[in-house]
Structures are given as structure tokens and as C-alpha cells.
């Protein structure tokens, strides 16, 4: 559960929606293929549970009332890196801000692979 103090009051909101609200936000920008597990834990949880595998590749961290979001991409062949990124950024930031009332600190895109 994470939780943020806002002027309305505390808003707790669940991890696993919030990694599931910004995999799917990550997903729907163009060119990125796909979300690469991140860690050991990330790694044997995909591998066991297929059906989680669409949210790995989400770090979340709480930075007082803000997140820190890692994200671990794959990009597909022929697309601009630095575009893609910006876009993810921009997107996962106003989602998340309208969505769930939480605002962002940052978010950092890992290219981890490439698909043609």
C-alpha cells in the first residue's frame, strides 16, 4: 500500500494496481514491445505466474509524497530511443496524476532490449 498526504487528506492506493496502472500506461505508447522483468524476484514471480508477467518491469519508490518509477522496456527496431522515452514519461506521469491523485517525481526508462 502506498500512501500520500495530499490537502484533501491520505490517499492509500495498492502497489499492484499502480504497477499494473503504469505497465499498461508504458504498453500503450508506440514502439515499446514489451516489459522485461527486473530482478530476481520480478524474474522467478514472471516465470511462475504467467499472468503477472505484464507488470514486471515496474519499480515503484515513495520519495516523501511523490513516486520514483523505474520502468525496464523493450523497444521495437528502428524507433527513436530518446522519443519513446519522453513520451513514456510524460504519459505515466499524467496518468498517474489524474487516475490515482498521486504526483510524480521522476520516472526512468531502461532500455533493456530490442525487437525487430
Known sequence: MIKVNNHIGT???SARYLRS???QTAQ?????AGMNSYGAVQSV????KKDRAA???VIIRQSGNK???????????GVNVGAISESITHKVSYVLTERAGIEV???NVYVDGLVD
Do not use: A, P
Not at 500503450?28 to 515499446?32: A, K, L, R
Not at 513516486?67 to 527496431?77: E, F, P
Open 11 to 13: 490517499i492509500g492506493v
Open 21 to 23: 496502472l503504469i505497465s
Open 28 to 32: 500503450s505508447c508506440f514502439g515499446v
Open 45 to 48: 514471480s514472471s516465470f511462475v
Open 55 to 57: 507488470n514486471s518491469g
Open 67 to 77: 513516486l520514483v518509477i523505474d520502468l525496464h522496456i523493450t523497444v521495437t527496431y
Open 105 to 107: 517525481e521522476s520516472v
